[in-house]
């Protein structure tokens, strides 16, 4: 009998003969080439995505200091007039020039608001764009008319006084509005 002994296989035939190593070296082959070719593009749109933030995070910084800048601005000038119209402040002169200062004012910082209120409804929300028309609308009917009808038929210390609380509580209001809107794009000192 003659019987045949086997001959063993090589090292090599034993290694790359065997199934397990050919899927793994394919699994590692198409790690190579995936992570090459995904990781790049990962951290590129990550990149992008940041860059896009930054960008918005500064038009909304703008935003907020131009609405700031602009609300503050026409409150502070109908309470300088009628601040010189109350016992406290009465100066009839310094009442004269804060109208004309208003009068020569208004038209642009009211151009500024609108161009602002549309500004916010791209970079925050339409509500808050609404609320800054609302408040517009209630500016010009219980601030900027009463104050012209009394200016014009010089209104007594009494009427000044009142439309002197009015404008102190309308300054509350565009500074609450403000805050809001920083909430809103969360441009707030706890986000810095």
Same mark, same amino acid.
């Given at each position: 009998?003659? #019987?045949?002994?086997?001959?063993?296989? =090589?090292?090599?035939?034993?290694?790359? +003969?065997?199934?397990?190593?050919?899927?793994? /070296?394919?699994?590692?082959?198409?790690?190579? /080439?995936?992570?090459?070719?995904? &990781?790049?593009?990962?951290?590129? !749109? &990550?990149?992008?995505?940041?860059?896009?933030?930054?960008?918005? /995070? #500064?038009?909304?910084?703008?935003? /907020?200091?131009?609405?700031? $800048?602009?609300?503050?601005?026409?409150?502070?000038? @109908?309470?300088?007039?009628?601040?010189?119209?109350?016992?406290?402040?009465?100066?009839? !002169?310094?009442?004269?020039? %804060?109208f004309a200062r208003y009068? !020569?004012?208004?038209?642009?910082?009211?151009?500024?608001?609108?161009?602002?209120?549309?500004?916010? $409804?791209?970079?925050?929300?339409?509500?808050?764009?609404?609320? @800054?028309? =609302?408040?517009?609308?209630?500016?010009?009917?219980?601030?900027? =008319?009463?104050?012209?009808?009394?200016?014009?038929?010089?209104? =007594?210390?009494?009427?000044?006084? #009142?439309?002197?609380?009015?404008?102190?509580?309308?300054?509350? #209001? %565009?500074? *609450?509005?403000?805050?809001?809107?920083?909430? !809103?794009? $969360?441009?707030? *000192? +706890?986000? &810095?």
């Open positions: 009998m003659n #019987q045949k002994i086997p001959k063993e296989k =090589s090292i090599l035939t034993k290694v790359f +003969g065997n199934e397990s190593f050919i899927e793994k /070296l394919f699994l590692l082959f198409l790690t190579a /080439l995936l992570s090459g070719l995904i &990781i790049p593009y990962v951290g590129t !749109e &990550i990149q992008r995505n940041k860059a896009r933030n930054d960008i918005v /995070l #500064q038009a909304q910084s703008k935003l /907020l200091e131009d609405v700031s $800048k602009t609300l503050l601005t026409y409150e502070t000038l @109908l309470l300088d007039i009628s601040w010189f119209k109350t016992d406290k402040g009465h100066n009839e !002169e310094m009442h004269k020039k %804060a009068s !020569e004012r208004a038209v642009d910082l009211l151009a500024d608001w609108r161009v602002e209120s549309i500004r916010v $409804k791209s970079l925050a929300s339409a509500e808050t764009s609404k609320k @800054l028309d =609302s408040f517009q609308l209630t500016m010009f009917h219980i601030q900027d =008319s009463p104050m012209n009808i009394l200016y014009r038929e010089k209104g =007594s210390v009494c009427k000044w006084e #009142q439309l002197h609380k009015i404008n102190a509580d309308m300054l509350f #209001q %565009a500074q *609450k509005l403000i805050s809001d809107l920083a909430i !809103e794009m $969360k441009i707030t *000192k +706890g986000d &810095i």
